[in-house]
């Protein structure tokens, strides 16, 4: 045997013992260590799916509470910390003491606990009494659209056949029924929201329990547009300008109210507006033209 050739199986052999020697030590000697490491990544990698899964709810979350914060500062209804029946009927009373909404009442709370539903407390109260049908209907509009959270459950309304002080028959009072539902929650802060700037309720072009013709006109109390004072100054397809008799000038869509009746028709091509009014039964058709076509005619 050569000298090179015994040499390189000297140093194979030596390789392959340090080989062996090295296996054996990390196999035996290292087994436990390389273990309990093994444990500890999956410990780690279930660790990060778990932040993973947290951070991905916690961004839904964040969102749903970006949106739900959004509503509740737009909308118009707040809640109260806490509703009660002398709450509620100064609150039922103030409207039923205006002009426009003017109600004669009978007031009970309907249960003697609030009901508690998850977060919500909620009373019940019943209303009877009676008014004219016009009133009662500002009345209610007026509960459903101002700011405090309250829910008109059932109401029931029927014509009253009586005579007045006068002794003459009014056609147009009736007896109502209502049955209201106030709101609160138990978390503070809520009812300090301000409220939005309450509007009129729309007038009525008819009344079921008024004569259908009628002797004299209503006054105009919410000063509505006169279409027979306006004077039309410039339309486009969506709206309509005018100035009143007054010098006031004015912006009406289709469907707007107007003293007795409503705008109903806008016709740029030929510079027209038409509105439909109620006089006293009558209804009654009234053309508006543009103010430079009637200069040029």
Same mark, same amino acid.
């Given at each position: 045997?050569?000298?090179?050739l ?41 660790e ?11 961004n ?33 009373n ?5 002009f ?30 009676d ?42 009072? %009736?007896? &109502?029924?209502?049955?209201?539902? *106030? #709101?609160?929650?138990?978390? !503070?802060?809520?009812? @300090?929201? =301000?409220?939005?700037?309450e ?20 006054p ?52 027209? %507006?038409? &509105?439909?009014?109620?006089?006293? *039964? #009558?209804?009654?058709?009234? !053309?508006?033209?543009? @103010?430079? =076509?009637?200069?040029?005619?």
């Open positions: 045997m050569s000298y090179s015994r040499n390189t199986l000297l140093l194979l052999g030596m390789l392959i013992i340090v080989a062996a020697c090295g296996t054996y030590k990390i196999y035996y000697g290292y087994r436990d260590a390389i273990s309990a490491l093994e444990q500890q990544l999956q410990v780690k990698n279930s990060l799916e778990t932040l993973r899964a947290n951070n991905e709810n916690y839904k979350v964040e969102a749903r509470l970006v949106t739900a914060q959004s509503i509740w500062q737009t909308m118009h209804k707040r809640v109260y910390n806490e509703e009660n029946s002398i709450l509620s009927f100064a609150y039922f103030t409207f039923a003491s205006q426009d909404s003017r109600i004669s009442f009978k007031y009970r709370k309907n249960q003697i606990e609030p009901v508690k539903n998850n977060i919500t407390i909620t009373n019940t109260y019943t209303l009877t009494g008014a004219s049908f016009l009133n009662l209907y500002r009345f209610v509009w007026k509960l459903e659209h101002y700011s405090p959270l309250y829910k008109l459950d059932e109401l029931e309304v029927e014509q009253l056949n009586e005579n007045n002080e006068e002794g003459v028959f009014e056609s147009n009072k %009736v007896r &109502f029924i209502m049955t209201v539902r *106030g #709101f609160s929650v138990e978390q !503070t802060g809520l009812d @300090e929201q =301000k409220p939005v700037s509007k009129m309720p729309k007038s009525v072009l008819s009344n079921p329990f008024q004569a259908l013709i009628q002797k004299e006109l209503p105009n109390r919410n000063n509505l547009l006169d279409a027979d004072k306006a004077t039309l100054l410039g339309l486009i397809q969506s709206a309509a300008y005018f100035r009143d008799n007054t010098g006031r000038t004015r912006t009406l869509r289709i469907g707007d109210d107007v003293y007795l009746g409503k705008l109903t028709s806008i016709d740029p091509d030929n510079g027209t %507006v038409e &509105f439909t009014l109620n006089e006293g *039964g #009558f209804l009654r058709k009234v !053309t508006l033209h543009l @103010e430079y =076509k009637n200069k040029i005619k």
